[in-house]
C-alpha cells in the first residue's frame, strides 16, 4: 500500500509518461504563455482527489492548497486552475483510452454494458430545473424504482474491469441507440441486461463481429445452455461492481456542472482516475478493483 504522497507520485507519473508520449507529435498549445501548473499536474490533482471522494473543482482546488502546496508551488487562482482543467478534457479522454489499451482492455474479447442513471435534482424540482434545458429529459431508474430527471450515462468494461467505452445521452435515451457510440473498439462477446433486448440489434451487430447475449423476460423462451446463462449472469455482476465505484467514491451520479462542456469534463476525469487505479494496482501486484488497498492514510 502506498502513502497519499507516494500515491500523489505514482499518479503524477503515470500521467506526465503518456500525456508526454500523447502529444510529442503534437503540442497541446503551440503558442502563448505557458500556464504555471503544467497540464500534468493538474489532471494528477484531479485524479487524486477524485479517489478520495472530493468531486468539485473547488473541492479539488482548496484540498491541495491546505494540503499539498509544497508539491505543487505554482498553483494559483481557483479560476485559473478551474478552467486549465476544463481545457483539458479532450486529453483525459484519449489518456483514458490510452491506459486501457495498455491494460489489454480494447483486445479483450468480452465486455459488458450496462448503464448510470445521472440525475440532475429532485424528481418534484425538475419542472423548475434550468440547468441543460433541451438536454437532459425524463427517464426512469430500474435499480430504485423511480422516475428521474437528467441524463443517462452508458458505460462499457472489459471482462477484467477496465473502462473501455462511455458516452452519455437524456435520461429516455434508448440503450440500444446508444450502444453504437461505444462498441466501436472491439469484436466478441457483448453482455448485456434485458433492455438490450433486440433481434434486429443483435442480427446488425453480429455483422460488426459482436455477439450480444442479454438475459431474457419471464414471458420469453430461453433456449440457451443453463450453464452458460449462469456463467453470463455471474460475469455481468463486474459491471456492477465498477458502477458502485463510480457511484461511491468517483460521486458519478452528483452534476455540479451547468453545461454539457464541464460535465463531459468532469465525467472523462472520473473515468480517467478509475483506469488510473486499476493501472496502479496491476502494476503494485494488487487485485484490480480492490481500490481500498492501494493507498494507506
Known sequence: MLSMEDFIIAVFCCVDDWLKEMTKSQPIRSRGFQPSLSDSEVITMEIVAEFQGIDTDKGIWQY???HWLSMFPKMKSRSTFVRQAANLWHYKQELQQVLARQLGALNDNIHIIDGIPIPLCCFSRAPSCRS????????????????????HGHLLISASGVITGFTLTPANGDEREAIWDIVHLFKGLLIGDKGYISATLHQELE???????????????????????????????????????????????????????????????????????????RLFGLESLQFDDLVTE
Open 64 to 66: 491541495f492548497r491546505r
Open 207 to 281: 455483422r460488426y463481429g459482436i455477439d450480444l447475449q442479454t438475459a431474457l423476460r419471464s414471458n420469453m423462451q430461453d433456449n440457451r445452455p443453463k450453464n452458460w446463462v449462469r456463467l453470463l449472469q455471474t460475469v455481468r455482476r463486474l459491471i456492477e461492481t465498477v458502477i458502485g465505484q463510480l457511484c461511491d467514491r468517483f460521486k458519478s451520479e452528483k452534476v455540479w456542472a451547468r453545461d454539457i462542456w464541464h460535465l463531459t469534463s468532469r465525467f472523462n476525469r472520473k473515468l480517467l482516475a478509475h483506469t488510473v487505479c486499476v493501472w496502479l494496482n
Open 132 to 151: 441543460f434545458q433541451g438536454e437532459a429529459n425524463y427517464g426512469y431508474c430500474a435499480a430504485k424504482k423511480k422516475p428521474y430527471y437528467g441524463f
